[in-house]
């Protein structure tokens, strides 16, 4: 069994780690039920997760710092409600989110998280 210590919420709720602890691991987290924080990034062409929201301004393309979100928890319809806020997702991390030959192009990067709920944090932790 695979304990996760990470940060925890300002409010002391879930523990979570950021989408760069998640990747970081991706090997050890693969196919294990996972909570992640982050900053939504829901675009024209995105369905992501960032560390922050500096992360998603200086938007380097190598991937450090970004998992790719699953359609789950009526995700795009809550854009409105969840776009450029700091989310607490919880759900399977996937290593390699989409086999080789699917084209997906909300994807942000290989490895995601098939979300089962994804909640606005009631306080925003300081990560950069």
Do not use: W
């Not at 960032?50 to 998992?67: F, H, L, M, P």
């Not at 192009?105 to 300081?126: F, K, M, S």
């Amino acid at each position: 069994m695979t304990a996760l210590t990470a940060c925890t919420t300002l409010d002391g709720s879930t523990a979570f780690l950021t989408p760069s602890e998640a990747l970081q691991r991706a090997a050890e987290l693969d196919g294990k039920r996972i909570s992640i924080g982050g900053v939504v990034d829901l675009g024209t062409n995105s369905r992501c997760l960032y560390d922050s929201t500096a992360a998603i301004a200086e938007r380097k393309g190598d991937g450090a710092r970004v998992v790719t979100l699953s359609g789950g928890d009526h995700l795009l319809q809550r854009r409105g409600e969840l776009n450029h806020r700091f989310v607490i997702v919880t759900g399977t991390f996937k290593r390699v989110f989409n086999a080789p030959d699917v084209v997906d192009l909300y994807q942000c990067n290989d490895a995601g998280i098939e979300q089962d709920t994804i909640r606005l944090a009631r306080r925003v932790p300081n990560i950069r």
